[in-house]
Structures are given as structure tokens and as C-alpha cells.
């Protein structure tokens, strides 16, 4: 079996369920436009495959004999080695399983061994981890240019073990240079860090090619939402670092009162690894590499494009922007429609039109705040809308988009809505919003095989 694609792909990979009908409160289905991928997304097909594949030889691994475990072994540690590969790690660097970003990112606060400076547009990801030990946040300044100059600044004022910062902005999908804060933070004798849940999964990552010592992802946003994720980096930090996690296969040796801890990544992992997670997200690695090196970017971008033209046709609606001159950008745009608050646009996008997007301040609250300071959120409540694009989006989604917050902004929604438990909700809610059974929650359904 060849699992490794090593030419650029020809074709886009499709995700499972593309093409999945939707009812609407209106009547009738629609096939639902997911434009919320940058929170997460389905599996790829081949990733799917994959897993059911992989399900029925999963076996416990590392410490059974059995061929199985076996199998289930050599499958992790090449599910380690593929991931490592999709990054560009180098001979020095050593790939820890996580669970997604959040937990590699907690992982590295851990081992770092001094301060850390991070920007204020992050994501809480990559904010809140490093408030346990000394830390600084540098508000992005009006230009990616002055940022720069900024976070130079501050890292020559005062030694900097860590600057972190995330490889693209899950509110603008804006990118700042990574080569450029690589060369300025070495300078200064620090590391860099990059959260690249936004970032992995339209551009590649390398750290060999950009110098980045740390690197964060998420496998469902990759593609494979099956509940692993990775910290790719420097070992040196790692092999020194405090068991992120205590427990069997973390060590080489205990008794009663001490023991003698692994190296890493094993340090880090204790417990029964997610196999079928790590196995699902070297699988989207593999899937992903020829992607990004081919048809991919382009693609997004032609719909981002599309976004942003039929964005601007709508009158009331304000795209999001951090930096004026940021020349990248991924495949996410956040918006603001006047007049109208950002969860009762998604609950109408939803419920009339079978559309799929987030609502809210998406967990980069003081990167919310500051925009809606500069007048960018909508009516003053810091919240906004954002469609995001990736593998699976179409042209149709997005013109879908463009078109039912024309019919907003012109005619207005034809159902009534109300705040219902904090969230805008159709009143009354026709759809059968348990389509496989298992009781909504609250009520007596049957689903979980207890009885009625
Ligand atoms: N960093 C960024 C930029 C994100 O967009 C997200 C999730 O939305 C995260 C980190 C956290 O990812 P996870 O929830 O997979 O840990």
C-alpha cells in the first residue's frame, strides 16, 4: 500500500458529506453551505477511508506483543514521522501528539524557560497559555510594517525567551511574513512559535525552509476531525520540560518514590494515545501536502476573491481587516452588516438559506474590541460574521451568501426571529433539528438506548 503522494494534485479532494441537504424554515431543503471551516472542517474522503481502514486493526500500542499491536504501533509512529514531513521538521525536532492547538500551545507554556511575547490579535490560544509565567502582549500597531518594528523593538528591550504568534488571523485570515518575524526574533535570541490551526490548512508550513522553531495545529481543522493535533519543534525545551502529562508510557522507570522520564514526545503522551485521531490526521497530511502544492491556494482564492467582490456589491456590510497593508491572506472573511446584530445574520443565513457561518467575537476578544473601536463592529457590540472558505467550497456557496444578505439588507428575512438562551433562533423552529435520533437535548429521547 502507497500512502505517500509526493507529485502536486490535479484535482481537489472532496470532503464527506459535500452535497448533505439541509431543511429550511421557509420550506423545502438546500444543499447546506458550509462557510465555516475555519472553526472546523469534515473529513477529506481519503481521510475517512483511512480511518475506516485503520479501525479494525487499532490495538493497544507500544506495549503489546501482539501483531495487531503491532500494526497499531508502526502506524502511530509513521502517523509521527508523516506529520513531522507536512512541516518540514528537521533532525532537531520532535513531534508531540495533542489534542488540537489549544493543547500544543499549553504543552510548549510548560517547557518554555523564559518570558514570552505575544501580539493582541491572537486567538485565546495563543494568549491565555503563556499568562502562567512572565509574559508581554504587544498590541499590533496600524501596519504589519510598524507591528514589526514594534515587536523588534520590544524583543531588543528585554530578553525574550518565546515570541508567539499566529500564522494567520482566524478573524481576517491576514498572514503576517513569517520569514521576517523569524529573522527579527533570532536576532534578538528568541524563538518563534507559530499557531498555524488557521494557517496549515491553506498554505505549507516549513519550518526548515522559515526557521519557525515551534509549530501548532489542529487536525480538524485540517481535514481530520478526529481529535488530534500536534506540537512540532525544538527538542531541547521539550526533553527538559516537566511530564505535560504523568502517567504510563511517560517514563522509562518508577518505583515508589520516583521515577525516570522519557524523552520526548513519549514525556508528554502519557496515557493511551488517539490512535485513530493521529492516524486520520497523517492522513490528511498526506492528502493535503500535493494539495497546497497545487490546486489548493488558487482555488481559495479565486473564492475569497469572489467573497470579497460580492461583499462589497451589499450596502451596510463592512469587512474586517487588522492591517492595511497585509499583502496574504487565507481564506476567512469577517464582516459586519449595519444595523443588524452578527447572530441574528447567521440565525437568518442558517434557517432561510441553509448557510453555515460563525457569529460572534471568535475567541480573539481584545482583536474584537479594537476593531469595533475603529468603527468595524457592528452596531458597537463587538461582534461580526464570518464566512470561511477551504476544500469543498463552491462558487454557488458563496454567491448564495452574497445574494441572501443582499435580500437582508434590501427586503429583510421573511421568518421572525428571537433571542432564545443567548442565541438568535427561528420562531417557531419547524426543522427537525435531530435528523439521526439520539433526542435533543432536554427531552426524553431515546438515543443514548436509555429507556423512555
Ligand atoms: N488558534 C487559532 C488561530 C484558531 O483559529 C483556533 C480555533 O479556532 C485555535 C487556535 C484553537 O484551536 P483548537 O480549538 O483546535 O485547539
Avoid at 201 to 221: E, F, I, M, N, Q
Avoid at 353 to 376: E, W
Wanted: charged share 15%; aromatic share 4%.
Amino acid at each position: 500500500m502507497t500512502l505517500t503522494l509526493d507529485r502536486p494534485a490535479t484535482t481537489l479532494p472532496r470532503p464527506v458529506g459535500a452535497g448533505t441537504q439541509v431543511p429550511l424554515v421557509t420550506g423545502g431543503r438546500a444543499e447546506y453551505a458550509n462557510l465555516d471551516l475555519a472553526a472546523s472542517a469534515p473529513a477529506l474522503e481519503p481521510v475517512a477511508a483511512h480511518v475506516a481502514d485503520v479501525l479494525p486493526l487499532l490495538s493497544s500500542v507500544h506495549r503489546g506483543a501482539g501483531y495487531l499491536s503491532q500494526v497499531s504501533t508502526a502506524l502511530l509512529e509513521r502517523a509521527r514521522e508523516c506529520v513531522g514531513e507536512f512541516v518540514g521538521a528537521r533532525e532537531h525536532d520532535v513531534v508531540v501528539f495533542t489534542r488540537n492547538t489549544t493543547d500544543a500551545l499549553n504543552l510548549l507554556a510548560t517547557a518554555v524557560p523564559g518570558p514570552v511575547l505575544c501580539l493582541d490579535v491572537e486567538h485565546h490560544a495563543n494568549l491565555l497559555p503563556w499568562r502562567a509565567g512572565t509574559h508581554r502582549t504587544v498590541p499590533a500597531a496600524a501596519t504589519v510594517a510598524q507591528t514589526l518594528a514594534d515587536l523588534d523593538t520590544a524583543l531588543r528591550a528585554t530578553p525574550t525567551a518565546l515570541l508567539t504568534v499566529t500564522g494567520a488571523s482566524n478573524v481576517t485570515g491576514e498572514v503576517l511574513p513569517l520569514d521576517r518575524i523569524v529573522a527579527i526574533a533570532h536576532a534578538a535570541g528568541a524563538r518563534v512559535a507559530v499557531d498555524a490551526a488557521q494557517l496549515a490548512p491553506h498554505r505549507r508550513v516549513d519550518l526548515a525552509a522559515t526557521g519557525v522553531d515551534y509549530v501548532a495545529l489542529s487536525g480538524h481543522k485540517l481535514y481530520a476531525p478526529y481529535g488530534a493535533g500536534a506540537l512540532i519543534g525544538r527538542r531541547d525545551w521539550l526533553d527538559a520540560a516537566a511530564p505535560y502529562l504523568a502517567g504510563g508510557g511517560a517514563v522509562t522507570r518508577v518505583d515508589l518514590d520516583d521515577a525516570t522520564w522519557a524523552p520526548a514526545p513519549h514525556r508528554h503522551e502519557a496515557g493511551t494515545p488517539n490512535v485513530l485521531g493521529i492516524a486520520a490526521l497523517a492522513q490528511a497530511c498526506r492528502t493535503l501536502t500535493p494539495v497546497l502544492d497545487g490546486p489548493g491556494p488558487a482555488h481559495e482564492q479565486e473564492l475569497l476573491d469572489r467573497l470579497a467582490a460580492g461583499l462589497a456589491t451589499v450596502p451596510g456590510v463592512t469587512p474586517l481587516q487588522i492591517w492595511p497593508d497585509s499583502t496574504e491572506r487565507v481564506a476567512v472573511q469577517s464582516f459586519t452588516v449595519a444595523g443588524h446584530s452578527a447572530g441574528y445574520v447567521a440565525a437568518y443565513l442558517s434557517a432561510e438559506h441553509g448557510i453555515g457561518v460563525r457569529d460572534g467575537r471568535f475567541c480573539a476578544h481584545p482583536l474584537l474590541d479594537r476593531l469595533c473601536r475603529d468603527g468595524q463592529g457592528a452596531d458597537g457590540d463587538g461582534t461580526a460574521i464570518r464566512a470561511s472558505i477551504g476544500l469543498g467550497t463552491t462558487a454557488e456557496h458563496v454567491d448564495r451568501l452574497v445574494g441572501a444578505l443582499r435580500g437582508l439588507v434590501t427586503r429583510g428575512a421573511r421568518w421572525t426571529y428571537a433571542p432564545v438562551g443567548g442565541r438568535w433562533t427561528p420562531t417557531p423552529d419547524p426543522r427537525d433539528l435531530d435528523p439521526l435520533g439520539v433526542g435533543l437535548p432536554g427531552t426524553t429521547g431515546t438515543g443514548c438506548g436509555n429507556p423512555a
